[in-house]
């Protein structure tokens, strides 16, 4: 008997035992997501499902109402519609943005209620418990109506299931609260299942407020309404006229009506009475084009799928893409923070076109339509320096296509974008960012668009100097070689501009023009006349060329308000010079003074790792010969200092996946040092193995592997090439991806 058990037991652990290692073996990359990443910390992510590059994503709504202060929309800036700390939910956006520093969408909010209606979501708000975020999900229980939310959604339709209690359940749609600041909205009910509508939105970092523009929707439920109505909460009016109105600042209650309503604070209802418990599916197609291309993404994308169908199949596309760069080794945590950080690089840009390729054109003078995928949200300032690249490597398709969409913004609006937001140009940030990324794209073998119409829009917008909205102060620059105070942040902004001109001139270069590409390399140095050759630091000058008094080095951290740079200081400036590093070392008297002066950025702690001038220089030991050690131990102690597997595991602003990106590539080992310039810095890999599968209409081999050899995790002590020796810390992204593997060997 004893025997018996024991073998039983045996038997039992052994079958565990390979059970929990099958278990691990089919972890997919999709399952290592953790969407609650970046939700705290000013990361400005959200938990909710979104597809690949989605129009439509869902996101729990948790910052409205005094119970959420601090961070609460209404009390202080805030860009995400939930924030991990705040516990009271008033809803579910249907539309949001992901990394931004800026409010903006984060509306049509659906929220699930019990017993009698009401209207007021300070009111009908609830806390909730038992959240439950994965790629493609998300779910959660609603304290005060005991309802369990879940999500998913297809590129065009958010998918929300609600399981209600016995009793009279409600389903409202809120059009009268959003992240954004823009108000007025419209609203049709069209049966007892369909609801059509719009939400106006366009206030991004309070640009340009005269280009609001329309979302539009259509909502369609399960199970047909036993009672729906619509409520409208008009505005509070004061005098002799507001006597006489009876239903001033009262919110009206109009029952079972298909009437269409206008206004700032308006919603539906929708009512069931349940003798048992019951789950209500609401599908809420959306466009920027219409209620009819609204209505037609729905059924075409989702039509009478069930919820786990949409869900499986948005999880399965999101593990193809994730699935393009696979790693090996390392801990869960470390796959965890990699393979979340790969999912936020591709959120932005999203998709813009309908189901039927439609799309609003900049200005919306009319609707252009595209057989490919047009693109939106290109936070450019952020993701020139390493997003863009990372989607040429394994996603050069995507990357095609955001250059095919950048110059149909040309053809559009007669500019290039800088920060363009569904079809909007915000003109938010300094610099000429589109052109590093284009001339980047095609130096790397991208060719499949038009390069001499991208190249006749780089130079439009690098030398024209009256009404350029990329190139404020041009005129300066072009004559002095920087921006003097009278313009904003003239320090940076002069270093933005060489960055886009040095870009132009290896695409003249390349396209044979050799006379631009002299005259804009020239013009990417003269970065040099802002040179305090005493401070050994970039500072601003007056329109007369004295120095701008007094000087603080140090102002402008943190995001302080200053005279020379645009969200940084002196320091954090110091070597924003990509381009041209070897020229910035002799400026600074050589290797010595170099290193010198870039050790003093940490030392000071100086250096941000929440924003983008300065998230290069972790790389730039890399340039000092013996010193490349350096390189190799700030980037691992900032990964595991600033990339957790929490919520507040992103340093700041993911920045549309910028933050993200920087993750990626610094845990694969590589890193792309000089926007614009087809190059890569390497460093230790953080795996064991990783394999970056390539695209066979873009690149000749099918993958190329990082492999590592440790031994006792030391300072690398050679890098090969298919067995190769290089002899450098920096490799050509030709040779590169025509390479089989590139190995990097420890101490």
Request: hydrophobic share 35%; net charge negative.
């Given at each position: 008997m004893v025997l018996y058990k024991r073998i039983t037991l045996q038997t039992v652990c052994f079958f565990y035992i390979l059970f929990f290692s099958a278990a691990i073996l089919?972890?997919?990359?999709?399952?290592?997501?953790?969407?609650?990443?970046?939700?705290?910390?000013?990361?400005?992510?959200?938990?909710g499902p979104i597809a690949p590059r989605g129009m439509a994503s869902i996101s729990p709504f948790n910052v409205s109402g005094p119970q959420n202060r601090p961070l609460e929309k209404d009390s202080q800036w805030l860009s995400n519609p939930y924030v991990n700390e705040n516990?009271?939910?008033?809803?579910?956006?249907?539309?949001?943005?992901?990394?931004?520093?800026?409010?903006?969408?984060?509306?049509?909010?659906?929220?699930?209620t019990t017993g009698t209606v009401e209207t007021n979501h300070l009111k009908y708000g609830s806390t909730y418990s038992n959240e439950i975020a994965k790629t493609a999900y998300y779910s959660v229980n609603i304290d005060k109506y005991k309802v369990k939310a879940e999500f998913t959604a297809s590129k065009r339709v958010g998918v929300s299931q609600f399981t209600f209690p016995k009793g009279q359940s409600n389903i409202l749609l809120n059009l009268g609260v959003g992240l954004t600041n823009e108000e007025g909205a419209m609203v049709k009910i069209v049966s007892s299942t369909e609801i059509e509508g719009m939400r106006s939105v366009g206030s991004f970092c309070y640009n340009s407020p005269e280009d609001a523009y329309p979302v539009y929707f259509v909502a369609k439920f399960s199970k047909p309404a036993d009672q729906f109505g619509v409520w409208k909460k008009p505005a509070q009016y004061n005098g002799a006229e507001a006597q006489w109105m009876g239903y001033n600042g009262k919110t009206?209650?109009?029952?079972?009506?298909?009437?269409?309503?206008?206004?700032?604070?308006?919603g539906t209802y929708f009512t069931y009475q349940f003798d048992k418990e019951e789950t209500v599916n609401v599908k809420i197609g959306i466009s920027y084009v219409s209620i009819e291309n609204a209505r037609e993404n729905l059924e075409k994308e989702t039509g009478n799928k069930s919820f786990d169908a949409v869900y499986k199949e948005t999880y399965d596309e999101w593990n193809t893409e994730l699935s393009k760069i696979l790693v090996e080794?390392?801990?869960?945590?470390?796959?965890?923070?990699?393979?979340?950080?790969?999912?936020?690089?591709?959120?932005?840009?999203?998709?813009?076109?309908?189901?039927?390729?439609?799309y609003p054109e900049i200005k919306r003078s009319k609707i252009g339509k595209t057989d490919g995928t047009?693109?939106?949200?290109?936070?450019l300032w952020d993701t020139y320096r390493n997003l863009h690249q990372l989607m040429s490597l394994a996603y050069p398709k995507q990357q095609s296509d955001m250059v095919k969409s950048m110059l149909e913004m040309y053809d559009e609006n007669g500019w290039l974008p800088k920060w363009e937001l569904n079809?909007?140009?915000?003109?938010?940030?300094?610099?000429?960012?589109?052109?590093?990324?284009?001339a980047d794209t095609y130096l790397k073998g991208i060719r499949d668009f038009d390069v001499q119409k991208a190249y006749k829009a780089m130079l439009k917008g690098a030398d024209q100097m009256e009404n350029n909205p990329l190139r404020p102060g041009l005129k300066d620059y072009i004559e002095k070689g920087y921006l003097t105070t009278n313009d904003r942040g003239p320090v940076s902004t002069t270093q933005e501009y060489n960055a886009s001109d040095y870009s132009i001139s290896l695409l003249a270069k390349a396209l044979g023009k050799t006379a631009d590409a002299n005259r804009f390399k020239k013009r990417s140095l003269s970065y040099k006349k802002l040179f305090d050759k005493n401070l050994k630091l970039l500072r601003p000058?007056?329109?007369?060329?004295?120095?701008?008094e007094p000087f603080d080095p140090v102002s402008g951290a943190n995001f302080e308000e200053n005279v020379g740079f645009i969200e940084g200081n002196a320091w954090q400036y110091a070597f924003m010079v990509p381009h041209d590093i070897k020229g910035l070392i002799q400026l600074m008297g050589g290797n010595k003074g170099f290193s010198s002066q870039l050790q003093k950025v940490f030392d000071s702690k100086q250096f941000d790792m929440a924003n983008e001038p300065d998230i290069a220089y972790p790389y730039l030991f890399n340039y000092?010969?013996?010193?490349?050690?350096?390189?190799?131990?700030?980037?691992?102690?900032?990964?595991?200092?600033?990339?957790?597997?929490?919520?507040?595991?992103?340093?700041?602003?993911?920045?549309?996946?910028?933050?993200?990106?920087?993750?990626?590539?610094?845990?694969m080992g590589i890193y792309p040092i000089a926007p614009g310039e087809p190059v890569y810095t390497i460093t230790t890999p953080m795996f064991d193995k990783i394999t970056i599968k390539l695209d066979s209409n873009y690149y000749k081999k099918e993958s190329i592997v990082i492999e590592r050899e440790v031994n006792n995790d030391g300072k690398i002590k050679q890098i090969q090439l298919d067995g190769k020796a290089v002899n450098s810390y920096f490799i050509s992204h030709d040779d590169f991806v025509n390479g089989t593997t590139l190995k990097v060997i420890q101490n």
């Open positions: 089919a972890q997919q990359p999709a399952d290592f997501v953790n969407p609650f990443i970046g939700t705290s910390n000013f990361g400005a992510t959200f938990p516990k009271f939910l008033t809803g579910f956006s249907q539309v949001n943005l992901s990394g931004v520093g800026c409010p903006e969408l984060g509306v049509i909010l659906l929220m699930p009206r209650m109009m029952e079972n009506t298909i009437k269409t309503v206008v206004g700032d604070s308006i080794g390392g801990s869960k945590d470390d796959k965890t923070i990699f393979y979340t950080a790969l999912y936020h690089t591709l959120i932005h840009p999203n998709t813009l076109n309908d189901y039927n390729g439609e047009r693109y939106t949200v290109f936070s079809s909007t140009e915000t003109f938010t940030m300094v610099g000429d960012p589109a052109s590093i990324v284009i000058r007056l329109a007369d060329g004295k120095w701008y000092l010969k013996g010193e490349e050690f350096k390189s190799q131990d700030l980037v691992k102690k900032l990964v595991r200092e600033y990339f957790q597997n929490k919520p507040k595991g992103l340093p700041g602003n993911d920045d549309t996946g910028t933050m993200s990106a920087w993750l990626v590539y610094s845990m």
